[in-house]
């Protein structure tokens, strides 16, 4: 399986990050999500999950800090549109970040739910985003779900697992 995410000399585009317009931010957080493709999915791929997750974070505040995960994204389709974590046409099914930790508490779900964008805060950061191809439709998660959560339905449904490693510009 191969994914592609439009980067910029290996920087997610500043439009989903730190440094997005404030028409793409909320509540100074960077809300509209990246587009992703899917090409040589498995065959027998019925959905897709994904995590993004920035490990570097472990210096900052102690824990790997996940930005969004999500699952239900049907297989069907060759490309998650852009912004699709606010808008959700595919009606796909998204966990908490870490903006939901008790450490952190916050509590408006439109910031606790689905993707917020890197956002480093002492130097350029890697953030790990992991593509699964699943052989079921569903992985029958609720939103607001979390990621061990998510590992734990996905367990015996992975076909195939592609990592991308994208840089968040401090």
């Not at 993707?115 to 609720?142: F, N, Q, R």
């Amino acid at each position: 399986m191969k994914n592609k995410v439009e980067t910029e000399n290996g920087y997610l585009l500043k439009k989903y990050s730190k440094y997005a317009a404030e028409e793409y931010q909320y509540k100074s957080n960077p809300k509209v999500s990246f587009p992703i493709t899917f090409e040589e999915v498995p065959s027998g791929t019925k959905s897709f999950a994904l995590t993004l997750i920035d490990f570097d974070a472990v210096g900052v505040c102690g824990f790997p800090w996940i930005h969004w995960i999500a699952c239900d994204i049907s297989g069907e389709i060759s490309e998650l549109p852009e912004n699709i974590s606010v808008d959700n046409t595919l009606n796909i099914i998204q966990g908490k970040n870490s903006f939901a930790s008790d450490f952190v508490g916050e509590t408006d779900p439109q910031i606790i739910y689905g993707y917020v964008g890197p956002t480093p805060p002492d130097k350029d950061h890697k953030y790990t985003l992991d593509i699964y191809a699943l052989d079921c439709p569903s992985l029958s998660l609720t939103a607001g779900f979390s990621l061990n959560e998510l590992y734990d339905k996905m367990e015996s449904h992975i076909l195939a697992k592609n990592t991308i490693v994208l840089k968040g510009q401090c």
